[in-house]
C-alpha cells in the first residue's frame, strides 16, 4: 500500500502556488518569447501562472502590462500595475506604467496622483541628464488637455523645451515625450526630426520601442496631414511589436484620411480582434451603426466604451446624437452638459457628431455642428475645415471661402483638402461661366457651354416640373438666392471628386446635398459611359426627398427614390442588376428595411440602389405615392422605421420585408439561371452535407457553387458522389455541361446540355453557350432558336451581354432589315445608353427615309453625350428636311462650337464649310433669315473657294432678297 500511495503522489500534478523557480523561469521565458511574436494571450497564459504562483514577482507583473492592455485585459492591467507600485513605490517606470493605464481607463486624478513623486526638478541636475522627468511631465499635461486646462499643459510643455536647451536628450521615451511638446507648439518639423532620433535610439534596444514609431505616424497624419507616410509608420510600429492595436488603430485612421475605406474597415476589424475593447475603434463602429440607424446596437457599443472610460469624450458626444436620434432631448442635452463638464475646448465631439450627420444626409445639422466646434475651440483648424466643407455642400459660398481662409491661419501646414479647395475655387471662377435660369444657377465650363447649354436648360426645366408636381414641393433653394438650386457640370471628374470629397477618389457621376448638386459634365466621361440626363434627374429627385424629410430619411429610401424616378422617366433607365437580385433571393439576402442602410458602405453598394429602387416601385404600386410622401415627412419628424412602418403603411418590419420578397419573387418567377450561392448559403450546404451524405439538393447545389469558383476537381468530386449515391437529375448534365465547357470540350459540353434540355431543365447560360456553339458549327437557325431561348430564360438582360444584341446581328447577317431593326430596338428599351446600337438604327432608318425614328435615336443620344459633333449635323439635316428651321439652327450651330473646341491640326475647313452651308439653308426657312445664310455662305466660301453648295446656297440666298424687293 505504502509504494502504491508514494506512486500516486508522485504522479499527481503539483498545485500552481507550489511550482519552482525553475517552472517560473520556464513560464517566464515563454511569456517573453510569445510577447515578441505578438502572441499575446498565450503569453499572458504564462504570465498567469507565475502571478498565480509568485503573486509579488515584480518582474512577471512588468512584463504582463502591456500585453495585457493590448489584448484588453483592462482588470489584469489595472491589479498587477496597483500591486507593482505597492511592491515599487519608488520605482520611476512602474509609475510611468500605472499612469498609463490608469489614464487609459480614464482616471485621470488618480493618475496624476500616481505621477507626483515623478514631477519635481533636480535643481541640481548635472548637464548630461534633464533636470525634470519628460514622460511624467508629458502625460500629465495630456491630461490636463483632455480637461480642457491649456494653460496648465502650456506651463508643463514649456518646461520640457527649456530643459532641452540645457540638455541632450537621448532616451526614445523622453524624445517622444519632448516631440509631444515641440507639436503643442506647432514645432511640426522640429517634432519629426526629434522623432527620427528616437526611432534611432529605439532600434539600439531590444526589443524595440514601438512608441517613437507611433508618435510619428501620429504627427503625419494628425499635423503634416500626410495618411501615406502615417501608414508607413504604423506599420514599423507592427514590425516592432506584432499585434499591437494601437498601431492597427492607427492604420485604420490612416486609411479612413487615405479615402480607402475597404483598408480601413479591415484595420479597424483587425484591432478589434486584438483589442475588443479599444475605446477608438468601439467609438468609430459605434458611428457607423449610428449612420446606419441601429440605435440600440450604437447604444450598447457606447455602452461598453463608457464601462471602460466614463469620461471618454467622443463616446459621450455620439450618446448625446444616439438619444437625439430616438427623439431623448433631455437625455442628449445632459449628455452634452457631461462631456462640456470635463473639456470645455473638445470642438472633436461636435465633429464627430457632424461626421455622423452627414453619413445621414443631415447637412444643416452638420453645418451648425461645426459652428459651434468654432466656437468651442477657435483655434482648431480641423473645425474651420469641417465648417468650410458643409457651407459649400451647401450653396453658402462666402461662409465656407472665409472658413477655409481661417482654417489656413490657425494653421501651420495647409490640409491638402484645403490645398484642393482653394484650387477647385480657382478653377470654377476662371474657367467655368455661370448663368441663371428661373429655378437653377448653373455652372459649366467654358469650353462645353455653347454645346450644351441648348439642351441643359430645357431638360433641367422639365426634370423640376416632373418632380416638384409629384413630390408636392417647391425646394427652396440657396439661401443667398431663394428657390434656386445650384449646379456645378465638371468637365473633369477629379475636379468633381475634389469638390465633393476633397480628393479625387470619389466614383459617382452626381452628389446632390439638396440646394446644390454636383455633376460630372458631359465631357468628364467616355462616350456612353453615363447619361447626364438620367443622371441629373436623379440627382434632382434627392432634393426633393431630402427636403421632405428635412435629409433625415433613410439613404435606402433617397437613394431608392431617386433610382425609381429614373424608370418612372424612361423605362429603359434601369440599373438591370437582375441576375443579382435573383441571387440575392436564392441566398435569402435581400437588403432588409432595418438594416437596408448598412449596404451601403461595403461592396453591395451598387445593389442596394438597385433593390432600393426596386422597394419604391412596389410602395408606390401598394400604397400609392401619397403614403411614400406621408413617409417622408414622418421621416422629417424624426420618428423610427418601425414606428413609420406601423402607423403610415400598417404593418411591421418583418411583415414589409415578406411582402416586399413575396413580390419582387413572382416578379422574377420567369427568370431561369442558375444562381450563384452566397459563402452563407454554401456552408449551409456543407453542413447539411456532414449531416446526409446522400442529400441531393446539398450535392447539387454544391457542385454548381463550386463551379462558378472555379473549383473544379471539387464540382467533379460532388458529381461523382450524386452518382455513386443513385441520384439522378438533370440539372447534372447541366453542371457537367459547365465543367466541359470550363474545359474547352466543347463537344462534351453540348451533348450535356442537349441532354439537360431534352429532359426539361432549362438555364440562360446554357442556352448562350449553345447560341455560341451553334453560330460556330454556322447553324444559323439553330443559333437563333438558343439565343431566343436565352432571352425568354432571362429577359431582363441587359448590356453587352443582352440576346437582343446577338438576334440583331444575325438578322442584319442573312438580311432581314426588319428582325434587325426590331431587336436592336428592343435592346435599347433595356440598354439607354449604347450610343453605337442608336448609331447603327439611324443609319439603317435613313436608309428607310424614316426620320421621325431618326430624330428619336439622334435625341436620346444628346441625352447621353451631346458632345458628338456627328449627332448634331446628323439631326440638323433632319429637321432641314421636316422644314424646322429653328431646330436646325441649333443644331447646326453646335455642330461648330463643337468644331471649333478641336485641335486646330485635327479641324477640317470642308467640314466647317459644309456644316455652315447646312446652318444657312436652316436659315433660309426662317422668316428672317436672309442675312445670316449670306453670312454663312461667304464665310463657307472663304474657307473652300470652290465650295458649290456655298457659291448655289449665296445665289439662292440673293435671289431670295431680290424677291423680296431687296429687303429681308
Known amino acids: 500500500m505504502v509504494p502504491a500511495l508514494l506512486t500516486l503522489l508522485i504522479t499527481l500534478p503539483l498545485p500552481v502556488w507550489a511550482q519552482g523557480e525553475d517552472a517560473i523561469d520556464d513560464w517566464f521565458l515563454k511569456a517573453e518569447n510569445a510577447f515578441k511574436r505578438g502572441r499575446d494571450r498565450k503569453g499572458l497564459g504564462y504570465l498567469d501562472k507565475i502571478v498565480a504562483a509568485a503573486p509579488d514577482d515584480h518582474e512577471a507583473l512588468l512584463l504582463g502590462l502591456g500585453p495585457a492592455m493590448n489584448i484588453g485585459r483592462y482588470d489584469s492591467a489595472d491589479a498587477w500595475s496597483r500591486r507593482l507600485v505597492a511592491l515599487k513605490p519608488g520605482n520611476r517606470r512602474v509609475r510611468l506604467r500605472r499612469a498609463e493605464i490608469l489614464v487609459e481607463l480614464g482616471r485621470l486624478a488618480d493618475a496624476e496622483k500616481v505621477l507626483e513623486p515623478l514631477m519635481g526638478r533636480d535643481a541640481a541636475a548635472p548637464a548630461n541628464r534633464p533636470a525634470v522627468d519628460f514622460e511624467a511631465r508629458a502625460m500629465v499635461a495630456r491630461m490636463r488637455l483632455m480637461r480642457g486646462r491649456r494653460a496648465d499643459a502650456d506651463r508643463l510643455y514649456d518646461s520640457l523645451v527649456q530643459d532641452a536647451k540645457r540638455v541632450i536628450v537621448k ?25 527620427a532620433d528616437a526611432q534611432k535610439a529605439a532600434a539600439k534596444k531590444e526589443p524595440v520601442d514601438p512608441r517613437p514609431s507611433l508618435a510619428l505616424g501620429r504627427l503625419y497624419l494628425d499635423r ?42 479591415d484595420a479597424r476589424r483587425k484591432t478589434l480582434a486584438t483589442n475588443p475593447k479599444h475605446k477608438g475603434a468601439l467609438v468609430a463602429k459605434a458611428a457607423e451603426q449610428l449612420g446606419d440607424m441601429s440605435l440600440a446596437a450604437a447604444e450598447d457599443t457606447l455602452a461598453e466604451v463608457l464601462a471602460i472610460d466614463p469620461d471618454y469624450r467622443d463616446a459621450l458626444a455620439l450618446r448625446s446624437l444616439a438619444h437625439r436620434f430616438a427623439g431623448r432631448s433631455e437625455a442628449a442635452e445632459a449628455a452634452w452638459k457631461r462631456l462640456f463638464s ?23 445639422e452638420a453645418l451648425a455642428s461645426c459652428r459651434r466646434a468654432t466656437k ?34 490657425v494653421d501651420k501646414f495647409t490640409h491638402p483638402w484645403r490645398r484642393n479647395m482653394f484650387e477647385n475655387r480657382r478653377v470654377l471662377g476662371k474657367f467655368y461661366k455661370e448663368f441663371e435660369t428661373r429655378h437653377f444657377v448653373h455652372r459649366v465650363h467654358r ?3 455653347g454645346a450644351f447649354k441648348p439642351y441643359l436648360i430645357p431638360f433641367c426645366l422639365k426634370s423640376w416640373r416632373i418632380l416638384t408636381e409629384k413630390y408636392e414641393f417647391d425646394p427652396p433653394g440657396l439661401a443667398e438666392k431663394p428657390g434656386k438650386i445650384l449646379v456645378e457640370w465638371f468637365s473633369d471628374h477629379g475636379d468633381f471628386s475634389v469638390r465633393t470629397l476633397g480628393f479625387t477618389h470619389l466614383g459617382a457621376t452626381g452628389v446632390c446635398f439638396g440646394p446644390f448638386i454636383g455633376m460630372n459634365s458631359p465631357g468628364a466621361r467616355q462616350p456612353g459611359e453615363f447619361s447626364w440626363a438620367r443622371t441629373f434627374h436623379h440627382e434632382l429627385a434627392h432634393t426633393m426627398t431630402i427636403g421632405l424629410a428635412k435629409g433625415r430619411m433613410p439613404r435606402w429610401l433617397t437613394e431608392g427614390l431617386s433610382t425609381y424616378e429614373e424608370k418612372c422617366y424612361d423605362a429603359a433607365w434601369d440599373r438591370g442588376l437582375y441576375r443579382q437580385l435573383h441571387a440575392a433571393i436564392a441566398n435569402d439576402d435581400l437588403c432588409k428595411v432595418l438594416t437596408f442602410d448598412s449596404n451601403f458602405g461595403g461592396p453591395r453598394v451598387v445593389f442596394a440602389y438597385f433593390q432600393g429602387g426596386l422597394v419604391c416601385e412596389w410602395m408606390v404600386g401598394k400604397w400609392g405615392m401619397p403614403k411614400v410622401l406621408e413617409m417622408l415627412k414622418a421621416y422629417g419628424d424624426d420618428r423610427l422605421t418601425p414606428e413609420i412602418l406601423r402607423d403610415v403603411f400598417g404593418t411591421t418590419a418583418q411583415g414589409f420585408d415578406a411582402d416586399f420578397k413575396a413580390w419582387i419573387t413572382e416578379r ?26 446522400k442529400d441531393k439538393e446539398a450535392l447539387l447545389g ?11 476537381l471539387d464540382a467533379k468530386e460532388m458529381i461523382y458522389r450524386a452518382k455513386r449515391a443513385g441520384i439522378e437529375d438533370a440539372r447534372m448534365h447541366l453542371i457537367e455541361g459547365r465543367i466541359a465547357q ?120 444628346i441625352n447621353v453625350y451631346p458632345l458628338d459633333k456627328s449627332v448634331h449635323v446628323g439631326l440638323g439635316q433632319v429637321y432641314l428636311e421636316e422644314k424646322q428651321g429653328g431646330e436646325a439652327v441649333t443644331e447646326f450651330e453646335v455642330a461648330l462650337s463643337l468644331q471649333q473646341q478641336e485641335p486646330e491640326q485635327d479641324r477640317s475647313v470642308a467640314e466647317e464649310a459644309t456644316i455652315r452651308v447646312s446652318l444657312g439653308r436652316a436659315h433660309m426657312l426662317g422668316e428672317d433669315g436672309l442675312d445670316e445664310a449670306e453670312a454663312q455662305a461667304k464665310h463657307a466660301l472663304e474657307l473652300v473657294p470652290a465650295h458649290a453648295e456655298a457659291r448655289a446656297l449665296l445665289r439662292a440666298a440673293q435671289a431670295a432678297r431680290q424677291r423680296n424687293g431687296g429687303n429681308q
Open 171 to 195: 532616451e526614445p521615451g523622453q524624445l517622444v515625450a519632448l516631440a509631444e511638446s515641440y507639436t503643442f507648439y506647432r514645432g511640426l518639423r522640429e517634432a519629426e526630426k526629434v522623432l
Open 447 to 449: 469650353r462645353e457651354l
Open 342 to 364: 470635463i473639456d470645455q475646448t473638445y470642438a472633436a465631439g461636435h465633429l464627430a457628431v457632424a461626421e455622423v450627420l452627414n453619413g445621414r444626409r443631415r447637412w444643416q
Open 702 to 712: 454544391l457542385a454548381a457553387a463550386y463551379v462558378d469558383r472555379k473549383l473544379i
Open 376 to 409: 468651442v475651440d477657435p483655434e482648431n483648424p480641423e473645425a474651420w475645415d469641417a465648417l468650410a466643407r458643409y457651407a459649400f455642400f451647401l450653396g453658402l459660398e462666402k461662409e465656407g471661402h472665409e472658413a477655409l481662409r481661417q482654417a489656413d491661419k
Open 224 to 265: 503634416l496631414y500626410l495618411p501615406g507616410d502615417a501608414v508607413e509608420e504604423f506599420q514599423e510600429a507592427l514590425v516592432a511589436r506584432p499585434r499591437l492595436a494601437t498601431a492597427r488603430w492607427g492604420l485604420c485612421r490612416s486609411y479612413v484620411a487615405w479615402q480607402n475605406p475597404a483598408k480601413a474597415s
Open 742 to 861: 470550363g474545359a474547352k470540350a466543347l463537344a462534351e459540353a453540348k451533348e450535356h446540355y442537349e441532354r439537360a434540355l431534352a429532359a426539361g431543365v432549362e438555364d440562360h447560360d446554357m442556352r448562350v453557350a449553345l447560341a455560341q456553339m451553334s453560330e460556330q458549327e454556322n447553324d444559323t437557325k439553330a443559333a437563333l432558336s438558343h439565343w431566343k431561348a436565352a432571352l425568354d430564360a432571362f429577359p431582363m438582360s441587359s448590356g453587352a451581354a443582352d440576346p437582343r444584341l446577338h438576334l440583331s446581328r444575325i438578322s442584319a447577317g442573312t438580311d432581314d432589315l426588319d428582325g434587325a431593326i426590331y431587336w436592336l430596338e428592343e435592346h435599347l428599351k433595356v440598354s439607354y445608353e449604347d450610343l453605337d446600337a442608336r448609331k447603327k438604327l439611324v443609319g439603317w432608318y435613313r436608309l428607310r427615309k424614316d426620320r421621325a425614328n431618326m430624330r428619336r435615336h439622334l435625341a436620346a443620344m
Open 668 to 693: 422574377m418567377k420567369p427568370v431561369k439561371l442558375q444562381p450563384k450561392l452566397s459563402e452563407k448559403a454554401i456552408s449551409e450546404f456543407e453542413l447539411k452535407l456532414r449531416a446526409a451524405a
